[in-house]
């Protein structure tokens, strides 16, 4: 039940009716005060000036044509024409009741997109580090969310699987004389990049075989061909169990990296300077972007093609968006990536637009993130100084998980104990990145994300297992509650109010890409449960039917939190 949508549709149909111009600065608002009620149409200002008439006059004007009887109890003029709409009880207990009949709360998309979200995309030959959790973490969450609302998501994985490392590392490869290549580590390759750049650093002959070898991958070599994938494979089915251990959704399925569309190169240049959009210059392919000025405030120029022939992480992008519309349909393109690459994703959909490779209206949206910063402001380090390696960060999730578990529940056996550890010590690192505003950064803190109070991972998932004791308590069925949800305090009635908004919340994370909000309410949710069950007895009910009303509240906010830590990626338990 989206209830906003249908308030906003009623107030735009009672505007229609008396003549009012189209206005979209029309909103409703949920209230944050009980004496306002439960919604607030705001903005009719804007309309009431256009019409030459007072905000007030304008709302007496409207309120009599909205039209809600079915679903308020009363709806009033406040201030200088703020309406204020209270929900009745008696719709609200029904809209209860019928969402809860549904596994999917009744929530189903407005109009099917096909929705390309590009996360995670590490490269190859290199652990994933700290520097990948963000993007893997939010663009699953936000996957998650656009798969549930019904979506044709497309997950893709633009893995940095192209370019000259490869030449240095077959060369190197070659030159250590390793005969068994099947039991190379992905920490063995690292080493290898390492020793390989140095000596294509100092080694002219060296690299001179390492350029060769690009310029072989590039032909289709078939022994180039199959080092590089040899390469590939190592690395991802290694970023693959990472993927798993997270308990996120990219398989194997998913990686289109940017090799696919090396094919394209060729062609997306020869095409860029037919449509007079590139230029030769000092022996480079460029484009020059009137938009784009540098500090000299000289038109900027992205070369896509080098001097020496060679195609560039631009070049890649302005095929992969091409290929992206005509291959495979794209309505919208999520990239989840570092925000450095701001200032190049929006060349590269300049480029794309201009040379009409994609429609003008596609939505293009580059949503970034701020970085996980220690205590000290800095960027998160290990102890020394380097790196940390996403292996490393979950070992000591699951160290630190197993810890406060342990301490909590003395008694616990060692098989539950794994159980529960690994579901709460990744999920409190993820939980506590997604409950963040994606655009800032936060500093990383273990103490905190581990914690049983606050917006925090174990939290949720206590407040999920405490409903499913409740139902384990009173042996009762959740097909066994056949009496209605009638609501007759306020506890019930805020509670039941929230529940209704999950759809509202679900459609603001999948349109702004912000899994925080999602975090919010589903906290808001657990406290409001909380004074719910604190205030209103549930199995010592001296009635049956508040007893039934009562737990068909309690098992929609079970239902509910369960879809929404789904949607995030967390796991949730039966017990802790
Ligand atoms: N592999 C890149 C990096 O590590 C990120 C790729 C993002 N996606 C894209 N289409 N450029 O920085």
Same mark, same amino acid.
């Given at each position: 039940?989206n209830i906003q949508a249908f308030l906003l549709e009623k107030t735009i149909d009672a ?11 029309i909103y409703i608002r949920t209230?944050?005060? &009980?004496?306002?009620?439960d919604y607030q149409i ?24 909205l039209?809600l009887?079915?679903i308020a109890?009363?709806v ?7 309406i =204020?709409i209270?929900l ?26 096909? /929705? ?40 893709? =994985? ?67 061909? $199959? ?13 693959? $169990?990472?993927?798993? %251990? ?12 940017? !090799?696919? *569309? ?10 860029? /300077? ?10 480079? /392919? ?26 560039? *992480? ?6 992969? /968006?091409?290929?992206?519309?005509? +291959? ?24 794309? %637009?201009?040379? !009409? ?48 578990? %342990? ?7 060692? $098989? ?12 409190? +690192?993820? *939980? ?8 800032? !950064? ?39 509650? +056949? ?10 009635? !805020? ?9 509202e +919340?679900? &459609? ?5 890409? &912000? ?27 001296? =009635? ?14 079970? $239902? ?17």
């Amino acid at each position: 039940m989206n209830i906003q949508a249908f308030l906003l549709e009623k107030t735009i149909d009672a505007l229609i009716s008396i003549g009012a111009p189209k206005d979209n600065k029309i909103y409703i608002r949920t209230s944050n005060k &009980l004496h306002f009620g439960d919604y607030q149409i705001n903005g009719i200002m804007s309309v009431a000036k256009k019409m030459s008439i007072s905000t007030y006059q304008l709302a007496e004007k409207i309120l009599p044509l909205l039209k809600l009887e079915d679903i308020a109890s009363k709806v009033e003029i406040a201030g200088s024409g703020f309406i =204020n709409i209270f929900l009745n009880k008696k719709w609200i207990s029904k809209q209860i009741e019928l969402i809860l009949q549904y596994e999917k709360l009744f929530i189903h998309s407005v109009k099917p997109q096909t /929705i390309i979200i590009d996360y995670s995309a590490p490269n190859i030959a290199k652990q994933m580090h700290i520097g990948h959790l963000r993007s893997t973490i939010i663009g699953d969450a936000i996957s998650r969310t656009l798969d549930f609302l019904g979506h044709n998501v497309i997950r893709v =994985n633009h893995i940095g699987d192209w370019g000259t490392q490869f030449g240095m590392l077959i060369a190197y490869i070659e030159k250590i004389q390793l005969k068994n290549t099947s039991n190379i580590m992905l920490d063995d390759l690292e080493i290898f990049y390492r020793k390989a750049k140095k000596c294509y650093d100092k080694d002219e002959t060296f690299a001179k075989i390492a350029r060769n070898y690009v310029v072989k991958l590039q032909s289709g070599d078939e022994y180039c061909r $199959k080092m590089w994938r040899k390469l590939v494979d190592i690395t991802m089915i290694y970023n693959q $169990k990472i993927y798993h %251990r997270l308990n996120v959704t990219l398989t194997k399925n998913d990686i289109m990296g940017e !090799s696919l *569309y090396n094919n394209m190169l060729p062609n997306i240049v020869n095409d860029l /300077i037919s449509k007079g959009l590139a230029v030769k210059s000092n022996g480079a /392919i460029v484009v020059y972007l009137d938009e784009f000025k540098n500090k000299a405030g000289n038109t900027m120029g992205v070369i896509i093609q080098k001097k020496d022939g060679g195609y560039l *992480y631009t070049t890649t992008d302005i095929a992969c /968006i091409k290929y992206r519309y005509e +291959i495979l349909h794209a309505d919208r393109i999520l990239y989840y990536t570092d925000s450095r690459q701001h200032q190049h994703l929006i060349q590269v959909w300049d480029i794309a %637009r201009k040379a !009409s490779y994609i429609p003008m209206n596609m939505s293009l949206e580059h949503h970034i993130f701020g970085m996980i910063l220690g205590k000290d402001g800095k960027p998160f380090k290990t102890r020394s100084g380097t790196t940390i390696k996403l292996t490393d960060l979950l070992d000591e999730a699951i160290k630190r998980a197993s810890n406060v578990i %342990r301490k909590k529940n003395p008694n616990i056996s060692e $098989k539950d104990l794994q159980s529960i550890t690994q579901s709460v010590g990744i999920g409190a +690192i993820k *939980y506590s990145d997604l409950s963040k505003n994606r655009t800032t !950064s936060y500093i990383f803190d273990w103490d905190k994300m581990l914690s049983f109070n606050g917006n925090t991972a174990p939290y949720m998932q206590y407040a999920y297992t405490r409903i499913s004791s409740i139902f384990k308590r009173a042996n009762i069925k959740p097909s066994e509650l +056949i009496d209605h949800v009638i609501l007759v305090n306020k506890y019930e009635q !805020s509670l039941a109010i929230r529940l209704l908004q999950f759809e509202e +919340i679900i &459609l603001s994370v999948a349109r702004k890409g &912000l899994p925080h909000i999602m975090c919010a309410y589903l906290y808001d949710l657990a406290s409001l449960f909380s004074s719910f069950y604190e205030h209103c007895p549930i199995l010592n009910s001296k =009635n049956d039917i508040f007893k039934c009303s009562r737990l068909k509240l309690a098992l929609l906010t079970q $239902k509910t939190l369960k879809i929404g830590l789904d949607i995030l990626g967390i796991e949730t338990i039966e017990k802790m």
